[in-house]
């Protein structure tokens, strides 16, 4: 496995329920011991095993500055716009995010439900396959990790295909999905996402080329399988490492 550099900083409102305490028992008569282990839930269980199996061990790669820009790509100071040549309008009214397949919640968000959910800002590079690069992007949204303990995957759960409000569908292995600073984000540069660039939300998963970052999320698919999407379908790579230069198949 890759060594990881410490978590980003993160600013959240409100703090997530998983780390509340657990309540003392009342029923004993013994005083607990300050370093007393909380009883295990379900949710801690699950934890332990993904730890167990080394699941959702990525992060953000500690590189250095000479090798922050990834083979083959160029920096850029603006914020090209790549799409299938449709931006479709989805309007906070329309907006509804699906998170389905192999979890043990399934869950389908209005737009004042997911900017409910605890909020995470980062600041990360981003990589385009046409061979762009722009650093010191501040994204702000929904911690890609938060959404997986809200829905708990299941055990043969090993990826996500992403759809998105203009028909396309992108895969990425669970693992990516679930990297530290991976976003499903709706504000970027303290303003929110705007229409061309995937607003009112997409996916930020830094550590793969972009177009792993479906604009226009509408659904999150956990899948037994990993399989392919639309790009992947006509050619590109399963996974999209930019320091490997997975561009394509044969990559």
Known sequence: MP?????????????????????????????????????????????????????????????????????????????????????????????????????????????????????????????????????????????????????KPAPHAVAVMLHSYDGYSTNLLLEDFAAEDALIAHSWEGAPLTREHGGPARLVVPHLYFWKSAKWLKGIEFIARDTAGFWEERGYHMRGDPWAEQRYSDD
């Open 3 to 151: 060594s990881w550099s410490l978590p980003l900083a993160r600013v959240r409102s409100p703090p997530s329920f998983f780390w509340s305490c657990p309540a003392v028992n009342e029923k004993t008569s013994e005083t607990p011991r300050d370093d007393a282990l909380p009883p295990d839930t379900k949710l801690t269980a699950t934890k332990k095993r993904w730890a167990e199996e080394g699941r959702f061990l990525t992060g953000r790669v500690a590189r250095s500055d000479a090798q922050r820009l990834p083979p083959g790509q160029h920096l850029v100071k603006d914020w090209p716009v790549l799409d299938l040549g449709l931006s479709p309008m989805v309007t906070p009214q329309r907006f509804r995010l699906d998170v389905s397949g192999a979890v043990e919640t399934a869950l389908s968000l209005s737009w004042d439900e997911f900017l409910a959910l605890p909020q995470t800002r980062n600041v990360s590079d981003i990589h385009c396959v046409t061979t762009w690069s722009r650093y010191d992007n501040a994204f702000e949204g929904v911690s890609t990790r938060d959404l997986i303990e809200r829905v």
